[in-house]
C-alpha cells in the first residue's frame, strides 16, 4: 500500500478499504487527507454544498477504534463516502440543487445512505447537483458551477446531473461517490471526469429519501475510480426495502463474483454506423479501439439493426422528464420570483402543457420501442456506444436548450443498465468514455465486461495532471 499523500487520494476505495481492514492505514489519517484536498481544492472546484468535517473526523476515530477492538462491522468500515444533494440523511439539509429549498431539512435518512453508514462508510459531505437533477451540462446559475479538474484553466462542463460527486472523485476529494441517473446523470459526469460509472435498473437500489425527479425513471448509482470499486459499492446500496416497493420484486446479486469471469463468447453489438454523424473523431477513435481490445479478449463484435434512432429516443425519453418533473416541482417553476436556474425553468415547462392522454401515449410508445428492441438485441449480450458525442466543452459554449444526453437516455428509456468507463483522451487531454448498455437486472454482466476491458488497458488510472 502507498501511503504518500498523492497517492492515497487516487486509490481505488477497495484498495483503501483492504488498507484500513488491516490496520495499515488509518481511518482517521485518510478522511485529515481528504478533508486537507476539499480544503485545498474545492474554492476553485467547487463540488462540495457541505462538508461534515466534524462528524467525519468523529465517526473515522470510532471506525478505527472498532477496527483496532475486533469489531469491524464489514470490509468498508472507515471508508468515505459523498453524497449527491438529492440524498437525504434526517435533519441535514438537502436542497435538490435549489435555491428555493435552501433550508429544506431533511425528514429521513434514504434507504442507500443508511446501508452506506450501516456498513460503515462515512458520510464525508454532500455534493452539488443540477437544480432539481435536471440537466446534464452540470451547470447551476444559482449555487454554482463544479469546475471540471481535468482543465484547470479554462472552465469545462463537469457533467450533471450529478456534477459534484464526479468533480469530488475525479480531484481526489473522496473515493467515491454516489449520483442518480434519470436520462444519464451519472454516466455523464463519470464520462466527462474520467470514472466509471453504474446506472442501474429501476428497482435495483432503492430510491426511499431520494428527491426524484421523474419516478418513472430516477436510479441511484456508484461513481467510482474503477469496476471493481461501483461493483463492491452497488453490493451495498442494491436490494429490497419496504419503503420502495419497486424492490421488492428483485433479490441481492454479489455483483464482484462475476467480475473475473471474462468476455470470451460473449456477443457485443457495435452501435449503428448512422449514430457516428456528429461524434467527436476522438471519441470514435477511442470507441473503435475498445471494441478492438474486446475482440482481442475473446468477444464477438457483431452489427445489429436498431429499431429507433438514438436522438429520438432521447426526445421521447425527455417528454417523460418533463410531465414527471413538472408534477413535481412546476409549482416552484412557475413562480417567477423564486430564484430557479433560469436555464432549467423551460425544461421542467415541457411538461406544463403536456395533456394526459399525451403523457399515456407518450408512455405507450415507450413499451413499444422497448418491445421493438428487446426483439433487435435478442441475440447479443451488451450494446457497446460511447457515452458522449464530445469530451468535456468549455462552459462558455454549451447550448443549454440542447442535451449531451442521447447515447445515456437510450438505457433509460429501455429500462436497462449501464455502465461508462473511461477509454482515452482527445488532443486536450480530456477524458473519453464509452458506455457498456445490458438489459435491466443485468448489472453483473455489464461489469464483467466493463472489468475485463480495465484489466486489458490502464485508462481508469489517469488523474487530472493539476490536482496531486
Known amino acids: 500500500m502507498t501511503t504518500s499523500a498523492n497517492s492515497l487520494a487516487y486509490q481505488p476505495a477497495v484498495q483503501l478499504a483492504q488498507a484500513i481492514a488491516s490496520r495499515e492505514l488509518r481511518s482517521e489519517e485518510l478522511v485529515e487527507l481528504l478533508l486537507e484536498r476539499i480544503t485545498r481544492h474545492d474554492e476553485k472546484l467547487h463540488a462540495f454544498v457541505e462538508v461534515y468535517a466534524g462528524d467525519a473526523r468523529a465517526a473515522a476515530a470510532a471506525a478505527d477504534l472498532a477496527i483496532d477492538a475486533g469489531h469491524a462491522v464489514g470490509p468498508l468500515h472507515g471508508v468515505p463516502v459523498a453524497l449527491k444533494d438529492l440524498i437525504d440523511i434526517e435533519g441535514r439539509i438537502t436542497s435538490g440543487g435549489s435555491k428555493a429549498w435552501a433550508e429544506r431539512i431533511s425528514p429521513v435518512t434514504a434507504t442507500l445512505a443508511r446501508r452506506m453508514v450501516s456498513a460503515g462508510m462515512i458520510v464525508i459531505g454532500k455534493t452539488h447537483t443540477v437544480e432539481f437533477a435536471m440537466g446534464g451540462w452540470g451547470t447551476n446559475q444559482q449555487l454554482g458551477t463544479p469546475w471540471n479538474p481535468w482543465d484547470s484553466n479554462e472552465q469545462r462542463a463537469p457533467g450533471g446531473s450529478s456534477a459534484g460527486s464526479g468533480v469530488a472523485v475525479a480531484a481526489g476529494m473522496a473515493p467515491w461517490a454516489i449520483g442518480t441517473d434519470t436520462g444519464g446523470s451519472v454516466r455523464l459526469p463519470s464520462a466527462w471526469c474520467g470514472l466509471t460509472g453504474l446506472k442501474t435498473t429501476i428497482g435495483r ?139 432549467v425553468r423551460p425544461r421542467i415547462l415541457i411538461g406544463k402543457n403536456m395533456s394526459a392522454r399525451d403523457y399515456l401515449l407518450t408512455l405507450e410508445e415507450r413499451e413499444r420501442i422497448q418491445t421493438s428492441y428487446a426483439e433487435a438485441l435478442v441475440d447479443v449480450d451488451a450494446l457497446l456506444t460511447p457515452t458522449t458525442a464530445t469530451t468535456a466543452p468549455t462552459v462558455a459554449s454549451i447550448d443549454q436548450s440542447a442535451t449531451p444526453a442521447f447515447f445515456t437516455r437510450v438505457a433509460n428509456l429501455l429500462d436497462y443498465c449501464a455502465l461508462a468507463l473511461p477509454n482515452g483522451t482527445d488532443n486536450n487531454g480530456l477524458p473519453t468514455s464509452f458506455q457498456i448498455i445490458c438489459r435491466g437486472y443485468e448489472e453483473a454482466l455489464a461489469l464483467r465486461i466493463g472489468h475485463a476491458y480495465e484489466q486489458a488497458t490502464s485508462w481508469h488510472t489517469a488523474t487530472p495532471p493539476d490536482f496531486p
Do not use: W
Request: proline share 8%; hydrophobic share 40%; with cysteine.
Open 205 to 343: 437500489v432503492s430510491v426511499h429519501g431520494v428527491l426524484p425527479l421523474s419516478p418513472t425513471l430516477d436510479t441511484p448509482g456508484p461513481m467510482c475510480r474503477c469496476v471493481e470499486d461501483a461493483a463492491t459499492l452497488f453490493n451495498v446500496i442494491h436490494g429490497p426495502d419496504p419503503e420502495d416497493p419497486t424492490t421488492l420484486g428483485h433479490g441481492v446479486d454479489d455483483v464482484t463474483a462475476t467480475l473475473d469471469a471474462g468476455v470470451a463468447g460473449l456477443r457485443l453489438a457495435r452501435m449503428p454506423a448512422s449514430e457516428r454523424d456528429g461524434v467527436q473523431s476522438a471519441v470514435l477513435d477511442a470507441y473503435d479501439a475498445s471494441l478492438e481490445v474486446l475482440s482481442s479478449l475473446g468477444a464477438r463484435i457483431v452489427d445489429v439493426s436498431l429499431p429507433i434512432p438514438f436522438r429520438d429516443m432521447a426526445a421521447i425519453l425527455g417528454k417523460i422528464i418533463g410531465a414527471e418533473g413538472y408534477t413535481l416541482v412546476g409549482e416552484l417553476v412557475d413562480n417567477a420570483n423564486l430564484p430557479l436556474d433560469d436555464d
